[in-house]
Nanobody, 118 residues
């Protein structure tokens, strides 16, 4: 069983940058990949980025792809998402997930709200 806890959300202004962090725990801790997803109000959850836990290979998805960077610390078991140039329409709950995403997400965090407003 893997537990995920996100942090770093909050209120930011348009154009600001933000780093979201996800702390993972569990015994044994053995995941194929971790990633960040975004869920806008009333819409489906969509993938923003993922990282292969063993190799560190990074994958980016959707319209945020050029403005985000995912990184992991496989000693601390954390994964961060750096987001640059936030837009008001990117207000959403951002979730950390773990698993083999080609088969679906096996574990979810509770989510962290990001609000972009002046």
């Amino acid at each position: 069983q893997v537990q995920l806890v996100e942090s770093g959300g909050g209120l930011v202004q348009p154009g600001d940058s933000l780093t979201l962090s996800c702390a993972a725990s569990g015994h044994p801790f053995n995941v194929y990949a971790m990633g960040w997803f975004r869920q806008d109000a009333g819409k489906d959850r969509v993938q923003v980025a993922s990282i292969n836990w063993a190799t560190g290979s990074q994958y980016y998805f959707g319209p945020m792809a050029g403005r985000v960077t995912i990184s992991r610390d496989n000693v601390k078991n954390t994964v961060d998402l750096q987001v640059r140039g936030l837009k008001p329409e990117e207000r959403a709950v951002y979730y950390c997930g773990a698993g083999n995403f080609s088969l679906g997400c096996e574990y979810w965090g509770q989510g962290t709200q990001v609000t972009v407003s002046s």
